[in-house]
């Protein structure tokens, strides 16, 4: 049973994958999210960028069934979320902690095969699949510890890609990465949710990878975090390490967005 492409087509009825409406989020008392409204269509590659702590991560979480709103309504497939979903795979910076040191890399991709409850004959195949498509064809056997940093980041891609996920949600995944890995890692992730047909939220304090990467880039405001801008990133694809980061378009952006930082910076000093 080969899994069925997450959807790239859109939705006959046009709604969208994602929609938070007028998200509020209080923890210990405090509100961090407030008044958040988002829509992202199925497919569509959304980077989010903000100042520390302007609430980044918890968006993320919120994304992901792991916190319930304090006020407004997180949106899934036309449903509101309750819980976490095995359809919505979350990547981490920390990819140490996500896999399994005990396990080789075959076996870290069939712990998502056996969450999904993928029949046992056909799991050797998609471990395969699965590992050649992160460029680890041959390095099955090996143990997180065997591998590097680049390496056990695409493992988690590749686990993740396993859960055959409609929503792939990204939190810095590359940021301890040096720059060529990190470079490398952006264009297989484009690659694989072109190919999936995935829609992607990613978290990054990288500007200029947010632009590179996305379709839609929104830089939260802090404290409350909200959305302070909203770019449409109309840069051709497939995008090029080279080319694109010299387009005057994507000059005009990174502008944009780095005066957007300062400024929210400035603001919560
Ligand atoms: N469980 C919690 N209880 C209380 N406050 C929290 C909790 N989790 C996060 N916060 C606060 O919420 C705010 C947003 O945190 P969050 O981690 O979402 O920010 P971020 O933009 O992802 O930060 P960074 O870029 O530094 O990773 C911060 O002020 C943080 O201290």
């Not at 269509?41 to 994304?63: H, Y």
């Not at 309504?73 to 990819?95: E, H």
């Not at 695409?154 to 940021?175: H, K, S, T, V």
Request: net charge neutral; aromatic share 6%; glycine share 10%.
């Amino acid at each position: 049973m080969k899994p069925a492409p997450a959807m790239a087509e859109p939705h006959p009825d046009g709604t969208p994958l994602y929609r938070f409406e007028q998200v509020s989020l209080s923890l210990g008392g405090k509100l961090i999210i407030d008044g958040l409204s988002l829509d992202v269509r199925r497919g569509e590659f959304v980077c989010i960028v903000g100042a520390s702590g302007c609430g980044k991560t918890t968006a993320l979480r919120l994304a992901a069934g792991l916190y319930q709103p304090s006020g407004g309504d997180v949106r899934f497939d036309g449903k509101t979320m309750r819980t976490p979903r095995q359809d919505i795979a979350i990547i981490f910076q920390d990819y140490g902690k996500a896999l399994l040191p005990w396990r080789t890399a075959s076996a870290n991709i069939s712990l998502a095969l056996e969450a999904a409850k993928v029949p046992k004959s056909d799991r050797p195949r998609l471990i395969r699949e699965g590992l050649a498509k992160v460029g680890l064809g041959d390095h099955g056997d090996k143990y997180p510890a065997e591998m590097s940093g680049g390496m056990q980041q695409r493992l988690q891609i590749a686990r993740c890609l396993a859960q055959n996920p409609q929503a792939l949600l990204m939190d810095e995944p590359f940021g301890a990465l040096d720059a060529m890995t990190r470079q490398s890692l952006q264009d297989e992730v484009l690659m694989l949710a072109a190919d999936t047909g995935a829609t992607v939220i990613f978290v990054t304090h990288d500007l200029e990878e947010a632009i590179y990467l996305g379709d839609r880039v929104i830089g939260l405001l802090p404290h409350p975090g909200r959305i302070g801008i909203e770019l449409k990133v109309d840069l051709p694809r497939p995008r090029n390490q080279l080319t694109t980061r010299e387009e005057p378009e994507f000059l005009r952006l990174r502008r944009i967005l780095f005066d957007f930082i300062k400024a929210s910076e400035g603001g919560a000093a």
